[in-house]
């Protein structure tokens, strides 16, 4: 962990990483429920896969702000086994996606991950902004007939967001609107300067506040004759009235459908598919987590595969979804102040203990106040200074990142990824030669490593440069020559700028000759 966390160890960040928990799981909690109503799968699957997401994956990811669950990029394919398998055997799939995972990461397939430019990772985050804003744009306002995690722009039922955001006009109800509105008050009245200097607001976050306050104007207003909020407006989790009664909920493969299940090849079909996008997901969310990261931390990716096989066995074992790293969770995380993976695993258990101890309590949260708390996070990462930025950065970097942008809106993740990495892939094509050399020295003094850059330096050479950069020892003289180089890609440039901004913190000597863009 970076010295300018200034502790070492799991618990070191506890109390950055415990109120960035709170966030993380009032942030995830609809979702789960959300996503598993949209799989066509029992809400309890969803909260189970948030469960294994955040104990499981977490303790064993090498990611530090990411957090994984059930992720809306699968509810289509989910739904579509579910239906086709039968929901036990469909869980066989997801063991096996989760043994494929964990082979992936063994054959170091997490080297996909640094083939991805920048400007269809900025592209992801602020489509997926631009979505999680919205679509709780309907919740804001009392229209609540679509699940939390349906992040489809067309909808199953024939509507797309725009259309529902018309739809909204029909149902608009007085109590939400004010509920959201004091929620919003709240949450920004916690990010203003003043307020965050304050020790209360230090210990409580903004969000906690929201929903306590968001339940007290519910019970506020059920005593208000034709104010009062029906079931529709709030969270709705299964109640469970004992320990075994919990437990009752999971669901594992029994053996004759295990043994049906193995002889079927749409069983191993579907295992596949789950594990490619799950794994394209995940990759995707760990290179915007770590663009997210203030301290600039390299996730390793093939640790991170291994981790989300390791979880979707886990899940599927005891009746849960498939999970992958999450963006919304990720930069909900960042936002509210988590500094390492704790915050993910605390999200996990809190999942437990409120389900188990408080469900009662969690039927009362208005879906309005969770509406509010995403606005916010979407808000956040739509950046509108990112906008300009790769304007000003040229064709090069300008069109893959509005093109992410749009198809990512307009049509789905993963296809808005696919549209704008094939845009990179042509406009810098032709640019793939000798990028660089790098030449060592050991004398009687320290390492001198001197990175000559080639005339072009794609990012297609992300991979290796970063690799190079990360295992450069401590107390080491480094020389970046630019001299020759008439061509950089902005990921490269912000490679070196993040060496930069590590080489204190490393002992590291670095001198930057002629390198342009480097900050």
């Known amino acids: 962990m970076s010295k300018k966390l200034g502790k070492q160890g799991l618990f070191g960040n506890f109390k950055q990483d415990l109120p960035a928990s709170l966030v993380v799981f009032f942030v995830a909690l609809p979702l789960c429920l959300g996503i598993a109503f949209a799989s066509g799968a029992p809400l309890f699957s969803g909260l189970l896969a948030g469960i294994v997401g955040g104990i499981v994956v977490g303790s064993l990811s090498g990611s530090q702000l990411g957090v994984s669950g059930p992720a809306a990029g699968l509810a289509v394919i989910v739904l579509a086994a579910i239906q086709d398998l039968g929901f036990e055997i469909f869980l066989v799939a997801v063991i096996l996606a989760g043994v494929i995972q964990v082979a992936a990461g063994f054959i170091r397939a997490g080297v996909i991950a640094y083939y991805f430019p920048s400007s269809v990772i900025y592209g992801m985050l602020s489509g997926i902004g631009i979505i999680i804003f919205m679509k709780q744009i309907p919740h804001a306002f009392g229209y609540d007939k679509d699940p939390e995690g349906d992040f489809e722009f067309f909808q199953m039922d024939g509507q797309n967001t725009f259309s529902e955001l018309i739809n909204m006009l029909d149902f608009v109800n007085p109590t939400v609107m004010i509920i959201t509105g004091v929620s919003l008050f709240i949450l920004l009245l916690w990010e203003t300067k003043a307020v965050k200097k304050m020790k209360f607001t230090q210990l409580v976050p903004g969000p906690l506040v929201a929903v306590v306050a968001g339940v007290l104007l519910k019970m506020l207003f059920d005593d208000m004759s034709g104010w009062e909020l029906t079931s529709e407006h709030l969270v709705s989790v299964p109640v469970s009235t004992s320990l075994d009664g919990f437990f009752k909920n999971f669901t594992t493969p ?97 999942i437990i203990v409120s389900v188990l101890l408080i469900p009662a309590f969690l039927n009362l949260i208005p879906l309005a106040t969770l509406a509010a708390i995403l606005l916010i996070v979407g808000f956040k990462l739509i950046k509108p200074t990112i906008f300009a930025k790769m304007f000003r950065e040229g064709a090069g970097q300008f069109v893959p990142f509005i093109v992410t942008v749009l198809g990512i809106v307009f049509i789905d993740l993963l296809y808005g990824l696919a549209i704008g990495l094939g845009i990179a892939f042509l406009i810098l094509k032709n640019n793939y030669k000798t990028p660089y050399t790098v030449e060592k020295t050991s004398a009687s003094g320290p390492d001198l490593v001197t ?25 080491s003289k480094v020389v970046i020559d630019g001299t020759n180089n008439n061509y950089i890609h902005n990921d490269i440039s912000e490679i070196i700028s993040d060496f930069k901004a590590s080489v204190v913190d490393r002992n590291i000597e670095l001198k930057i000759i002629e390198v342009p863009s480097v900050k």
Do not use: M
């Not at 295992?271 to 996008?277: G, K, L, P, R």
């Not at 394209?280 to 290179?287: A, D, G, K, R, S």
């Not at 096989?309 to 999450?326: A, D, F, M, R």
């Not at 990012?459 to 990360?470: A, D, T, V």
């Open 451 to 475: 990175i000559t850059l080639g005339e072009k330096v794609t990012f297609l050479n992300k991979s290796s440069l970063s690799k190079i950069l990360l295992v450069i020892s401590s107390g």
């Open 254 to 350: 029994e053996s004759k459908n295990l043994i049906l299940a193995l002889n079927n090849s749409k069983v191993y079909y579907t295992a596949a598919v789950i594990a490619i996008v799950a794994s394209l997901e995940t990759l995707l969310c760990v290179e915007a987590a770590d663009k997210l990261d203030p301290l600039k931390r390299v996730t390793p990716t093939n640790r991170e595969l291994k981790a989300q096989g390791v979880g979707n066995i886990v899940s599927g074992l005891i009746g849960g979804l498939p999970i992958t790293q999450v963006i919304v969770r990720s930069s909900a995380n960042v936002q509210a102040g988590g500094k390492s993976k704790l915050s993910a695993i605390i999200h996990g258990v809190l």
